[in-house]
């Protein structure tokens, strides 16, 4: 999944990582975070813990995920680089690379 900050505003720090679902779906977890789902323009989860909004959608095959177009580095945790670059890039080329849009 895609995974954008929006804790600084509307552009934050972002990756591409694997992700699970409860039953519901309402609520996604990330590494140690728990992401509740919520209604918003800027940001649609938010961490049950720390009150951090996010945005999060499935990455896109063009690689423009940031939700406002912006020329950021989107980093790419290692563990789903491989998967990434082959099935949703169509870029077997680029696994190694842990930025996805440059």
Request: glycine share 12%; proline share 4%.
């Amino acid at each position: 999944m895609y995974i954008e900050s929006k804790a600084d505003g509307l552009s934050g720090p972002a990756r591409i990582g694997r992700v699970s679902f409860s039953k519901t779906g309402q609520t996604i977890y990330y590494g140690q975070r728990t992401l509740q789902r919520i209604q918003g323009y800027k940001a649609n989860h938010v961490d049950v813990d720390t009150g951090e909004e996010f945005w999060i959608s499935g990455p896109r095959r063009d690689g423009q995920d940031r939700l406002y177009g912006e020329a950021k580095p989107v980093e790419i945790d290692a563990d789903v680089r491989e998967e990434y670059w082959r099935d949703i890039r169509g870029r077997p080329e680029r696994v190694g690379d842990g930025i996805a849009n440059r």
